[in-house]
């Protein structure tokens, strides 16, 4: 049936009836006018001084089609633009060298050749060849598109611009070794640069903006579009609507591995070393890199405080290999690949001041070692301001790989738990291979995290995220034996700038706004505002929060992927001292989108084979129909949706929890980053390439062990910690249980006479166990019912009422790493020798390391048994509601505002009994549903 002749179905009457009521309750009217004939139409354009004047296609100069343009190798030709009438233009190379003098004058470019060049300087020359690139556009009447076809192809090494073009943009020599480096260089041994540090995204579609060279996309109408904040604050309201299947775990780990991938570069003003402000100032004093987000006068939220400017700098431009020219360009300042950046850092200079230099260690702090804690993260001294807000000047922040690591607590736990991890396996080889110095342990543990990292990562988050479809078609579906020649080189793993700015941000619609801790036994303990945690990552010094926090995000439900997103992040990001408003997560998104040319939703939906919206009643089914409705009200034309925006609303394509455009971008990056990741766990045949047997351990690791190895005193938590417990699909085990084995680092003992190592440290792959090089996952036809993750579940599952776990034979206890040597020694700041548990609105119990804790038992306990009848699951599977419903949530607990840590009940049973209903709460028909249709 032709969907656009479609009726709302009951389930969509009901929806609209609900929302109504919800929308009147919040006083937001649920059918805003069309934004042109509103009130809200007297938005300002941006004044930032942009010329945003699109080019009607009538004055357009001719465009050759494409591929037309040919370098010219001989004299001075730099390239040929084929015109109307079958004769060409050609650009000189002198053409060229003046463009670019010209701007470098105006622009005041210093600095010799081959200097080493700070994110600053590369962001600066960057300009200088956006500008550069304009210049030529003038003066040969170049289309618009000739810049991104076209300008790159000239050689720049026959131009003045290679005395000024970095020296590490230089093809380097690369080599075969074992280990990665650290900046990612060499990776693709013919293209060096692909997903190095400091290096350019790719594009999967040209760039569009507004000029063709630089300035942020406008409407195909030649208006300028929404403002971000009109778009936000009517489609992006917060409804607090929650999955039905993944804990809070999963945001937790998307955002860690999106440290591990992306980093846009900020601009910064060269005086202060910071990002400009920008609000404050008139919009001719501004910095150039100044596009702040207007706020409309009718703000429901801003207008209270008069708030008419939202911070926004653009994004530092990056240089792409040799210095071409072009069109803006999004830099990295991280690598690409998942290969733990964000434990190590990018470059040798970070990875060095981590590093503890004996044992193969990383620094810690111990302050909390004489309560029986574990180590923490050592303390940011260096610039302890940036990226934390410090209650005073004798309290730090963490040192991590990823300057991010303060942002927030998920992210300080996890780059605690990932440190700790490393430690934990070094102080395993030192008693394993006692003859391996300090260089050899830290790069062999490293070598195994960035393989954990990435085994995780395909193995428990991408099929929840994406489901079985998606993963089979980009070809994620992990293999459980054998090993693969998945390395492609014609692949590249750089990150994508649709990726960094719209696509992988799906994860902040899954955001609560508020984060619980829990008891290691599972009870609830209390929860606080995320904005009151922002930057804020002190509380990790309590001890046994570092625990409550871990058994928190195992046990509270995430939001859904949907167009509702917290009002925390919504109004309140980053918010500072007494102001009670902050910056808005969502206008943020769609203003970094339009500051880096990412064409609209519609553009994606035809890159990803979808049919593009001629009309609004294409996009009927595409969205529930409110947010089509508010669509229509808010952009003139359906080529003009933000893609962050439809990508988080639209709806969930089967068994994935992001719809078919995001599946489609998010899907294709992590293909490219398996099979152009030279590097990958799978791969054998290389130096790099672990053993069969020891691909075979670390297909064993899952999150909840290295949660279990790696807490103070977690000894519990379910197989797959991203999903809710459920005692048939997704058990609580004891961490000493073997359905949860941990990875027998014997494999890697190396006896001398052993072919595993070489004497130069090249690690082959043995003789007794020749590398298999299995099917290539696209030709093998997978016998796959549910996602990876969920068979072995499902088997694990049923013995799960037996007291059948015999103990891990791999838990061995070892000795707590040494202490740090005197010279490596971070004496932590005084205050923390004895810190006080931190209490917050709704204290929890203090930490009371209990004895049970203190003297683990040896032998096993079964998990504890519910005292009440076996739990609901904590799944509805809701069949015919295209995957979505609202019930009522129980009374007295309206739309959910902000709780102020109050629980929201009463605290839970023992038991599984656990998961709370939320206030309102949206039922999606997801991968668990079918588990349990599956399992009848
Ligand atoms: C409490 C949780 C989170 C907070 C406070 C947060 C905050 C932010 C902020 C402030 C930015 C920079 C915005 C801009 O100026 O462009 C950002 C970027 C980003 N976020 Fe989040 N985020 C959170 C969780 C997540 C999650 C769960 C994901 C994905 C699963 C995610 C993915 C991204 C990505 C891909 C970027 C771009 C990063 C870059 O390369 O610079 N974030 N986030």
Redesign the pocket.
Request: without cysteine.
């Given at each position: 049936m032709d969907s656009r002749n479609r009726l709302p179905s009951d389930i969509e009457k009901l929806q609209w009836i609900v929302f109504g009521l919800v929308a009147s309750l919040v006083g937001v009217d649920p059918q805003p006018q069309r934004h042109p004939h509103s009130l809200w139409s007297s938005f300002l354009p941006p004044t930032n001084g942009i010329d945003h004047q699109r080019q009607s296609p009538a004055k357009r100069p001719f465009q050759p089609p494409v591929n037309q343009y040919t370098r010219q190798g001989g004299d001075n030709c730099a390239i040929n633009i084929p015109g109307r009438n079958g004769d060409s233009a050609c650009v000189t190379y002198e053409a060229v060298n003046a463009a670019f003098s010209a701007t470098k004058q105006r622009m005041n470019l210093p600095g010799p050749k081959g200097r080493s060049m700070t994110d600053i300087d590369v962001d600066h020359l960057s300009q200088i060849l956006v500008e550069t690139s304009r210049n030529l556009i003038r003066e040969y009447n170049l289309h618009p598109d000739a810049v991104h076809e076209a300008l790159p192809l000239i050689d720049t090494q026959r131009t003045v611009i290679d005395d000024f073009c970095p020296a590490y943009l230089k093809r380097p020599k690369c080599s075969v070794k074992r280990y990665r480096e650290y900046n990612g260089m060499c990776n693709n041994l013919d293209h060096p640069h692909w997903g190095a540090t400091l290096s350019t995204m790719r594009r999967l579609l040209p760039p569009d903006y507004a000029d063709g060279v630089s300035e942020p996309r406008i409407s195909v109408t030649g208006k300028e579009l929404p403002t971000a904040r009109y778009v936000s604050a009517i489609n992006h309201r917060d409804f607090g609507f929650h999955d039905h299947a993944v804990t809070v775990y999963l945001?937790a780990w998307?955002?860690l591995i999106?440290h591990d991938m992306?980093?846009?570069a900020e601009s910064k003003d060269p005086e202060t070393d910071a990002e400009p402000k920008c609000c404050d100032k008139t919009p001719n004093q501004r910095h150039p890199a100044c596009w702040p987000v207007e706020i409309p006068t009718e703000d429901p939220f801003y207008s209270n405080f008069g708030r008419r400017c939202m911070e926004f700098v653009r994004s530092g431009s990056g240089l792409t290999e040799n210095c071409k020219l072009g069109s803006r360009t999004t830099m990295n300042i991280i690598t690409s690949t998942l290969d733990a950046n964000f434990v190590y850092g990018s470059s040798k200079e970070t990875a060095d001041k981590l590093r503890r230099f004996q044992g193969g260690l990383l620094k810690t702090n111990s302050a909390n070692h004489h309560l029986g804690l574990k180590d923490l993260l050592p303390p940011k001294l260096e610039s302890p301001d940036a990226g934390c807000v410090r209650p005073n000047k004798d309290v730090y922040c963490f040192l991590a790989g990823d300057t991010r690591a303060n942002?927030?607590v998920?992210l300080t736990t996890h780059h605690t738990i990932m440190m700790r991890e490393h430690n934990r396996i070094a102080v395993e080889f030192g008693y394993i291979n006692p003859h391996w110095d300090d260089e050899k342990i830290y790069q062999e543990t490293r070598h195994i995290v960035a393989a954990m990292v990435q085994h995780i990562t395909y193995n428990e988050f991408l099929p929840m995220v994406l489901g079985k479809d998606i993963m089979s078609r980009y070809g994620l579906l992990l293999d459980k034996k054998g090993m693969g020649s998945f390395y492609d080189p014609t692949v590249d793993p750089t990150i994508p700038v649709g990726f960094?700015a719209a696509a992988?941000?799906?994860?902040?619609s899954?955001?609560p706004s508020t984060i619980e801790r829990w008891s290691v036994s599972h009870q609830f303990v209390s929860a606080r505002r995320?904005s009151e945690m922002?930057l804020n990552p002190i509380d990790m010094y309590g001890p046994g929060i570092c625990d409550q926090y871990l058994s928190g995000f195992m046990n509270q439900v995430s939001q859904a992927v949907d167009d509702s997103v917290t009002e925390e992040?919504t109004n309140h990001?980053f918010q500072e001292g007494q102001n009670r408003w902050g910056l808005d997560?969502a206008s943020?998104?769609m203003q970094?989108g339009r500051d880096n040319g990412v064409p609209s939703y519609n553009a994606f939906r035809r890159y990803c084979g979808l049919p593009p919206a001629r009309h609004w009643d294409d996009l009927i089914g595409v969205f529930t129909n409110d947010t089509l409705q508010r669509y229509t009200n808010i952009y003139s034309t359906p080529d003009d949706i933000d893609l962050w925006s439809a990508g988080i609303s639209e709806r969930p394509a089967p068994g994935s929890m992001v719809g078919p455009v995001f599946g489609c971008i998010i899907g294709e990056t992590f293909r490219n980053l398996r099979y152009g990741d030279r590097f990958w766990y799978e791969n054998g045949g290389w130096p790099s390439s672990f053993t069969q047997a020891q691909l075979q351990e670390i297909r064993k690791v899952k999150l909840s062990r290295l949660v279990c190895d790696n807490g103070d005193h977690i000894d519990s938590a379910q197989v797959y910690v991203m999903v809710l417990p459920d005692p048939k699909l997704n058990p609580r085990v004891p961490c000493r249980s073997s359905v949860l084995p941990r990875i027998n680092l014997e494999l890697w003992r190396d006896s001398g006479d052993n072919a595993n190592y070489n004497n130069d440290g090249v690690h082959s792959t043995g003789t007794e166990e020749p590398a298999t090089v299995s099917i290539h996952p696209h030709e093998t036809e997978q016998l796959f019912q549910v996602p990876p993750a969920f068979q072995h579940l499902q088997e694990e599952a049923l013995l799960f009422d037996e007291p059948k776990y015999p103990p891990d034979p791999n838990h061995h206890i070892r000795p707590p790493p040494p202490p740090p040597s005197q010279q490596d020694y971070v004496e932590p700041p005084h205050h923390q020798h004895h810190p006080e548990p931190i209490h917050h609105h709704s204290a929890g119990p203090a930490y009371q390391p209990d004895q049970q804790h203190q003297h683990r038992p040896q032998q096993y306990h079964p998990p504890p048994k519910a005292s009440h009848p076996p739990p609901v699951p904590a799944i509805f599977p809701v069949s015919g509601t295209g995957g979505v419903l609202l019930l009522p949530g129980p009374p007295g607990h309206g739309h959910h505002g902000h709780h102020h840590g109050h629980n929201y009940g009463p605290p839970p049973a023992a038991g599984y009994n656990h998961v709370r209903r939320p206030p309102r709460t949206r039922v999606k028909s997801n991968i668990l549903g079918k588990l349990l249709k599956l399992k009848g």
């Open positions: 945001p998307g955002q999106d992306t980093m846009g942002q927030q998920m960094f992988y941000r799906f994860g902040h899954l955001i995320l922002l992040l990001l997560l943020l998104n970094r």
